[in-house]
Structures are given as structure tokens and as C-alpha cells.
């Protein structure tokens, strides 16, 4: 027997307000709707406008799990030694992403057309979960692009 459950869309807006794309939550294992066992943690996707930044934040409960899958997108990531800076979507292999807890990381939509990014964090996302935390990368440049591979 198959089952289908709609998604809703939902817009999402960046620290100023302002709209930044939209966020598609796939899957969250506390929607009951696959078999007790057969489940994954969460899957959602979020769109990223082109020129636009997502973030920066961090969690303190939840590991983010990153892949871009239309477009392209560039991850900062700000650990102890400085930012780290990782491509990913169709012009970088749609490379995977693990953002642990407690690294603070934005996302950057590099392209000329909207970016999607699947997110598979552990533990799922919850209404009760408060887990978001704004972070400011001040010293941190985003007008310019360093496409080393990583």
C-alpha cells in the first residue's frame, strides 16, 4: 500500500526580513508517515535565491547533512583555525555536506538561477525544538569567491 502527504511551502526570510526563498520539508520522522523503522531522521529542501545568503547559524542539537541539487552553492563554514569554503551543486559534483553541531555555517547561492538544497539533519526538527542560533560572519567577504575544490 502507497501513501502520499502534501508539503507545504514555506517562505522564509532573511535577518532583515526580507525574502530569501522558500523551505520544502520533505520528510520528518515524527510525521508517522513511513513504517517505525524504516525511517530517516528528516529530509527537507530549501531554495536559495540567486545572490543570496541563508544564515549564517548554527545548532547546538542537530548535524546538518547538505547537498545541492540544482544550481550551485558555496558552504562557509566558521571553525577555530578561520572559514572554510566548500562548492556544491551541478558544477561541483553535488557534493555532500556534514555541518556538525556547533559550527557555525551559511549558505550562498553563487549562481544565476535558484539553487536547491536538500537537508538531511539528525535528530529531526521538532516544534519544540529550539535549536536556532544566529552567528554574524562580519569579517568574513561574500562579494568574492575563492572556488577552491574541497
Not at 532583515?16 to 525511517?39: M, R, T
Not at 556538525?100 to 547561492?109: F, I, K, M, S
Request: net charge negative; proline share 7%; with cysteine.
Amino acid at each position: 500500500m502507497f501513501k502520499v502527504k502534501e508539503n507545504p511551502r514555506i517562505l522564509t526570510k532573511d535577518a532583515h526580513g526580507q525574502d530569501n526563498g522558500f523551505l520544502l520539508p520533505i520528510y520528518n520522522v515524527h510525521d508517522d508517515f513511513c513504517d517505525k523503522g524504516k525511517e530517516p531522521q528528516q529530509v527537507y529542501m530549501t531554495s536559495i535565491k540567486p545572490g543570496t545568503i541563508k544564515g549564517p547559524h548554527l545548532h547546538y542539537i542537530r548535524t546538518g547533512f547538505f547537498t545541492c541539487v540544482k544550481g550551485n552553492v558555496r558552504f562557509v563554514l566558521k571553525g577555530d583555525s578561520g572559514y572554510e569554503e566548500i562548492f556544491s551543486g551541478e558544477d561541483f559534483g553535488y557534493k555532500s555536506v556534514i555541518v556538525p553541531t556547533g559550527v557555525p555555517a551559511a549558505l550562498q547561492n553563487i549562481g544565476k538561477v535558484e539553487a536547491l538544497v536538500l537537508n538531511m539533519p539528525s535528530p529531526a526538527w521538532t516544534p519544540t525544538m529550539n535549536d536556532e542560533y544566529s552567528d554574524e560572519f562580519v569579517d568574513f567577504d561574500f562579494t568574492t569567491l575563492n572556488r577552491t575544490e574541497k
